[in-house]
């Protein structure tokens, strides 16, 4: 059957014919990448084999950097994907191409639990997820014209709303699967949701606004040119902030479902009792999103406007104070936990208050943050504008797993500066328990008060697709 191709969008005050498709595909596609992300640390805590058949988990520390460098090459190839749109593939095609890429990751991850498994599963699965992430939510973008620019905030609202009820039917789903039936079918029904997810996206090819590629030539001589220049200038600048925030927001994927591990995790609602595995604990995340999103469109940014004009790099700065805040009461959850003569007794209700704080700055950055880099990208630049979000998201993840590998070494530096400056020769310091997470929270409320200066001087544009009249 052939496909439509549009290049122009027609002048309309409602939303275009093709965003069900793109939402419903995204519901899926997050729904496989969340379902195996949510299991992740566990399976290689506790299910990993050898060559033999034998188990042979990771210690915590391994885990944990595997995890991030993971997340550091999913976010990584967006580039490459922007670059493979925009001037060989264009969107529809980059997408359709790196989901079968995607989808046989998935597949090596449900048959093959070694650390060979393990590596090419989500070697594959980096290369497609992350092949085709700048191109879904710049897709969302270039169905909009003019006429409908007021739409494009829900719309994003909406995207990322579809993402955390993904999140949340896998954070739910997957870690009963695992815990029940093995890493087969826990790896395995998420693989097949990703099959669901490309052939929904087939279904809507005929409804989408296409926007073809460009000339190689032409395409690098929109990047050179001043407004290219400028917009990646900027926003390259916005996301060395921004990477800070994902360094502690992947997390919760981690060191946060680590340290559930050791805390009572049972529930006494009087009438109703229950308990949940460690690696549920991100059901927390995406239901948060799910209410708060609403709460901060219809409540929060229109009451807060009264006062002061709520612009997006004011959101974002707020997020990361609000994200550096979180850690802290994470650290003294593990004080706690490091207290106590014995394990799973310090209650859980203690990550609560930080998943409220991180899950806001979510809201706050990576919600406007997509919006706003849209608007900020010349037509021409969207896919690449958006691999460079990220490739924050990427940098974010490798400072965390760069801090896991050489944890011991930040500790002696640390203490080395310690005795300079605090003049104490017997003064020492390291990296773990509670420190791990203060360091970070340090780090991201540092960066929120650096970032207040750079945002004064941040010049905002303003690109849209063009439409017909």
Known sequence: MTETSQTEIKKSDKYPKGIPYIIWNEFAERFNFYAMKAILVVFMTKYLIDMDGNLAPMTDVESRSVFHLFGMANYFFPMLGAIISDIFWGKYKTILRLSVVYMIGSLLLAVDH??????????????????????VSSNVGDQFGASQKHLLSKIFGIFYFAVNLGSLSAAILSPILLDKFGPNVAFGLPGFLMFLAVFIFWLGRNKFVKIEPVSPKQYFKDIKSPQGRKAILNLALLYIFIAIFWSLFDQKGSAWILQARDMNRNIDLVFFQFSFLESQINV??????????????????????????????????????????????????????????????????????????????????????????????????????????????????LVTALTNIFIVQIGKVITKAGKIFISDPEWSFTLGGSNYFFFFAILTLLTAVIFVFFAQRYKEESYIQVQKK
């Open 114 to 135: 070694t650390r060979l498994g393990l590596t090419l599963g989500l070697t594959l699965i980096a290369i497609g997820s992350g092949g085709i992430k700048p191109c």
């Open 284 to 397: 927390i995340n995406p239901l948060l999103v799910l209410i708060l999103i609403p709460v901060f469109n219809s409540v929060i940014y229109p009451f807060f406007g009264k006062f002061f004009k709520i612009t997006p790099l004011r959101k974002i700065g707020t997020g990361l104070f609000l994200s550096g805040f979180s850690f802290i009461f994470i650290a003294i959850a593990q004080i706690h936990i490091d207290a106590s003569p014995v394990k799973n007794v310090v209650p859980f209700a203690w990550q609560i208050p930080a998943f409220i704080l991180i899950t806001c700055g979510e809201v706050l950055v990576s919600v406007t943050g997509l919006e706003f880099s849209y608007t900020q990208a010349p037509n021409s630049m969207k896919s690449i504008i958006m691999g460079l979000w990220s490739l924050a998201v990427s940098f974010g993840n």
